[in-house]
Structure formats: structure tokens, C-alpha cells
């Protein structure tokens, strides 16, 4: 008798069409196997959200089915949203290296969330999760403890990148990439990759760590007068290790500014992924004691974020006070949409007599996902006979196709996926199914809001709000012309306000008042019928909340 022939598909709940929010789900027969479960930071156009998570339905609703959960790396578009999934489904076993396993355990003391099952694993380790194998396979990247995996399935490998770039000179405790690993996993046969495609549009290679190392080792020789504060991405271990190096060779003591810096840091140091002279380290407050040239601070901030240790310093809210006589360096490059509030930074940092370094004036910064030419060779090692491109806008997935196209995968054998697309892998080629629900969840300091609660924050912020306060008498079934109108962010000349008081009356007088007053019916119809009428009048669309109120004086008679 011949075993029962299970399909295999993959699942995209999050992470393609968009940097963030990464949540990939491989499914074979009944069996989920998930990678990543990442967060979206909230931009301008998501008023009062803390984080954009994904939509677990999916997940939810096959939750007995799901045999684990493997993480590719401790980035926040990859881990981010773990403690919100464990809050649904409490049980899932989760794998991944040291660094990430510790950030999400952070993450998790943090929600008070004390059902996870964490696992640490090392590059080469194999995984069995149901019917999947999952070998982790260490690659390099902004943050160390980052893996590609390399999942065998009863069909064929599938092959998922992770983020990564080709580092030949790799610092610290990340060992060089090993292309021929890669070429191994090449030769055993992959039946699909799904490749990161952040940088594709940048030609050539990404330069090594290392050189930031020699650019920043330049400026502390040149700066022996100076106290130097550097800001840079808490989770970049690496970065940190050789900034601390330098401040220690230079004869500096060193602090770090910033919740996330000073807790990743610890953590790292604990962990030995951080090496250095305890006896160099001082707390931020201190740092003040000793003098200034021979001292360095390494903080948060580098995409200025509003709360963040730099943005504090620059607005002269900080312990730190930034004078003349501070070379301040940001050794990072700004994400798309974060350059105007960095620029306010560094425009308040000049202010306060600081030298301010940044950007592209030096090799400050390199970037951790790969770029053309380290995506050609990744998709030339493995050579997948079917491939889907993932981790980037539409366009990034639209170019990522078209390389893997050149590099001779046919175009029939190449998907781009949309968030909520079901793609089964067949033997001949790719298949998409009906799309599951999937899409975006917001989350603030209470807990989880819904698409239509951020539509009405928007249109708050942007277009203001009538309060329309109605005395109705439910007995006679009267409502008095005492109608009040409140109006914030929208400005109400005398003839809107009677415009909005006849359509009160309008919406009342079209109530069928044979039946008992129906109050929510009232409401929506007059909110419906004023914000209506002001779109045109003033072609801002007002959110308009008319509050009955019970009105029994005689007023009436
Ligand atoms: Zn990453
Ligand atoms: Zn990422």
C-alpha cells in the first residue's frame, strides 16, 4: 500500500511586499511548520500605535497542528511579535541561537508571558520537528546568531536565506560565511528558496564590519581632546565589540546610554559575546567623574526615535551633557522615513557646540543584508529549481525575480507572494492556492486595536472632530433646538454650525418615531447625514459623534 500523498505549501502571513513583520509558515499535510515571527515599527499614517504585529488567525485556527516555531535571528522584524503569538497559542516550542533565544526570553519576563518552550541552537544543529528537519546554517549579518535554514521536507530541501550578506572578514565571534557550506547544500538538491531581497537594488558587495572597525579607530586617533559619544544599533553586538575595543586601546572609559543598549549589552557581556576590561565600564551617571577626552559613551538612538538615549542629549534632557568640545558619531544610515527626525538630531546637536559625524561622510556604517552580486552568488551556490523572493517592497521581490531569471531559473518557477497567499510546491511547478486571512494587527500601551480604530485616529489627527450634544426627550419623542456643537482641528463659521444643527434635526425628523427612540440608530444617521454636509462645505472630513442626552425639563411644552 502507498503512503497517502501529502502536499506541500508555503504560506506568507507576513514579510513580503514589505520590510517587517517577517512570519512565513511551511505547511506539509496538516503540519505548520512557522519561521519568524516578527514586529513592524509605526510610522506616521498609524497615530498612537506601539507595534504593527501580523494576523494570527490562520495560525489560530490551526493551532494543534503547528510543530514549531524556528528563528532565524534576533532582529525585531523577526522576533518581535512572539510574545503576542505565545499569548494565543501558549505552547509552541521555539529554536533558535543564543543572542535571539535571549532577547526573546527578555521580551517575554517583559509581557509576563511564562509559557514559552525556548530552545538554543548552533549553527550545524539538526532540528526534527514532525515531518520537517531543519538544519541551521550560520550566515552573516548586523546581529550575530543569524542563520539561514535549510528545512528538509519529504519533497526536497527548502532553503530560506534569512538575512544575510557575504562577510569574508567577519569580527568578533562571527566565523566568515562558508560559501562551500552553501554549495553543499547546492549539490544535495534544493527544491525552493526563498531569498532576502532588502539590498538588491544596490549593485556590487557590502563591505566588511571590519572597515567601520579602521574608520572608527581613524577618528578616535584624530580626536584624542574630545569625548566621544557613538550612537549605533543596540542589537549590533559586533559593532559594539569593536567600539569598545577602540575606547579601551584609546585609554576610555566606557558607558552605555539607553534601556535597549544597556540591556542588550549586559546580556551580551553575560553571555561572553562581549569582551572587555570590566574595570573600563562605568555607568552613564558616573561617567561625569572622570575626564571628559578620556571617555566614551555608546548609545541608542541612531534612527531617532523619539524616547531614545541621543534625541535626550540633543534636546538637553539627558544626564549626558552634550558641550563643546563632544565629537558625537552615528554609526549607522538612517531607514527609509526616519532621515527627517535624525536630521533634527544632528541640526540640535550642532546647536550644543557637539562636532556631529554621520551618514556617508566616512565608511561609519555597513549595511547587513547582501547586494546584487551576493544574491547572484547565493542563488548560483544552491541553485533551487523553484524560487520566491521575500523580505522586501514589491519592487525589491519584482527585481530579486528578475535576477534569479537571469541566473537562468525559468519564470514559471518563480513566484512573487503577497501577504496571505497560499503557493504549494509541486513537481512541476508552483501553484497558488485561495489566499488565508493574514494582514495587520496594531497594538498599543492597552493591548490590540483594530484597522477601523486607526482609520478614526487618522481622520481625528487629520481632519478633526464635532461633538454634537443633542437633548432628546424619549417620552415625547422631542429633541430641543439647544442643540450644542464642539469642534476641534476643523474651524466652524456661524453658518456650518446651523448647517450641522439642521442636519441634526434632518437625521432626527427621518426617524421612524412610531417605534420607542432608537439612540444608536439616531447617532450613526446624524453622524452619517453632518459629516456628510461638511465634507462639502469644508472638504474636511470631520469624525462627527453626536451624545444623546435625556432632556426631561418642560422645556418642550
Ligand atoms: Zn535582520
Ligand atoms: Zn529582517
Known amino acids: 500500500m502507498s503512503k497517502k500523498y501529502n502536499p506541500l505549501s508555503v504560506l506568507f502571513l507576513g514579510g513580503v511586499g514589505e520590510i517587517g513583520k517577517n512570519l512565513t509558515a511551511i505547511k506539509y499535510g496538516e503540519e505548520i511548520l512557522i519561521v519568524d515571527c516578527g514586529s513592524t515599527f509605526p510610522s506616521p499614517d498609524t497615530p498612537g500605535v506601539d507595534l504593527i504585529i501580523p494576523d494570527f488567525s490562520y495560525l489560530k485556527e490551526h493551532k494543534d497542528n503547528i510543530v514549531g516555531l524556528v528563528i532565524t535571528h534576533g532582529h525585531e522584524d523577526h522576533i518581535g511579535s512572539i510574545p503576542y503569538l505565545l499569548q494565543e497559542i501558549p505552547n509552541i516550542p521555539i529554536y533558535g541561537s543564543d543572542l535571539a533565544i535571549a532577547l526573546i526570553n527578555h521580551k517575554l519576563v517583559e509581557k509576563k508571558v511564562n509559557t514559552a518552550k525556548l530552545n538554543v541552537v548552533k549553527a550545524e ?9 531543519v538544519e541551521f546554517v550560520q550566515v552573516a549579518h548586523s546581529i550575530i546568531g543569524a542563520f539561514a535554514l535549510a528545512i528538509t ?5 527548502i532553503f530560506h536565506t534569512g538575512d544575510f550578506k557575504i562577510d569574508y572578514t567577519p569580527i568578533g565571534n562571527s566565523k566568515p560565511v562558508d560559501i562551500s557550506t552553501f554549495a553543499k547544500i547546492g549539490n544535495r538538491g534544493v527544491l525552493l528558496m526563498l531569498g532576502e531581497s532588502t539590498n538588491v537594488e544596490k549593485p556590487g558587495t557590502t563591505i566588511s564590519e571590519k572597515h567601520v572597525g579602521k574608520t572608527l579607530d581613524k577618528i578616535f586617533m584624530a580626536n584624542p581632546d574630545k569625548r566621544i559619544i557613538i550612537s549605533t544599533f543596540a542589537s549590533n553586538v559586533n559593532r559594539v565589540q569593536q567600539i569598545i575595543k577602540i575606547a579601551e586601546k584609546s585609554g576610555r572609559k566606557v558607558a552605555f546610554s539607553g534601556r535597549s543598549m544597556i540591556n542588550i549589552c549586559e546580556m551580551a557581556l553575560d ?12 555607568e552613564v551617571e558616573h561617567i561625569k567623574d572622570y575626564p571628559r577626552e578620556k571617555t566614551c559613551i555608546i548609545s541608542t538612538g541612531s534612527q531617532g526615535e523619539p524616547m531614545s538615549a541621543l534625541t535626550r542629549m540633543a534636546n538637553g534632557m539627558d544626564k549626558v551633557v552634550v558641550q563643546d568640545g563632544d565629537l558625537i558619531i552615528l554609526s549607522s544610515s538612517a531607514i527609509p522615513g526616519n532621515e527627517k527626525a535624525i536630521y533634527t538630531i544632528i541640526n540640535n546637536l550642532y546647536k550644543r557646540g557637539a562636532k556631529v559625524m554621520y551618514g556617508s561622510l566616512e565608511e561609519l556604517h555597513v549595511s547587513g543584508h547582501a547586494c546584487r552580486e551576493e544574491l547572484k552568488m547565493m542563488l548560483s551556490l544552491i541553485r533551487p529549481k523553484f524560487f520566491i523572493p521575500v523580505h522586501g517592497e514589491y519592487r525589491h521581490l519584482k527585481q530579486h525575480a528578475k535576477l534569479a531569471q537571469d541566473l537562468g531559473i525559468p519564470e514559471s518557477h518563480i513566484e512573487i507572494a503577497e501577504i496571505g497567499d497560499e503557493i504549494e510546491i509541486k513537481t512541476k511547478k508552483l501553484q497558488r492556492l485561495e489566499p488565508v486571512q493574514a494582514g495587520a494587527m496594531y497594538v498599543d500601551g492597552f493591548g490590540k486595536i483594530s484597522h477601523d480604530q486607526i482609520k478614526e485616529r487618522r481622520q481625528l489627527s487629520n481632519e478633526g472632530v464635532i461633538v454634537c450634544v443633542c437633548r432628546v426627550n424619549k417620552t415625547t419623542k422631542m429633541l430641543s433646538d439647544n442643540i450644542q ?3 476641534r482641528g476643523i474651524e466652524l463659521r456661524e453658518e456650518d454650525i446651523a448647517e450641522v444643527k439642521m442636519y441634526i434635526m434632518k437625521a432626527f425628523s ?4 412610531e417605534k420607542p427612540f432608537n439612540e444608536k440608530e439616531f447617532e450613526k444617521s446624524a453622524a452619517k447625514k453632518v459629516a456628510n454636509r461638511m465634507a462639502k462645505l469644508t472638504t474636511q472630513k470631520p469624525v462627527v459623534i453626536p451624545i ?6 418642560d422645556f418642550y411644552e
Do not use: Q
Not at 521536507?153 to 530541501?157: M, R, W
Not at 553571555?271 to 565600564?281: A, F, Q, S, T, V
Not at 427621518?510 to 418615531?513: A, I, R, T, Y
Open 271 to 282: 553571555m561572553g559575546l562581549i569582551k572587555m576590561d570590566r574595570e573600563n565600564l562605568v
Open 548 to 553: 444623546v442626552i435625556e432632556d426631561n425639563s
Open 510 to 513: 427621518s426617524m421612524d418615531l
Open 485 to 487: 456643537i464642539e469642534a
Open 125 to 133: 544543529d539538526k532540528v526534527k520537528l514532525g515531518s520537517f528537519t
Open 153 to 157: 521536507t519529504p519533497h526536497g530541501i
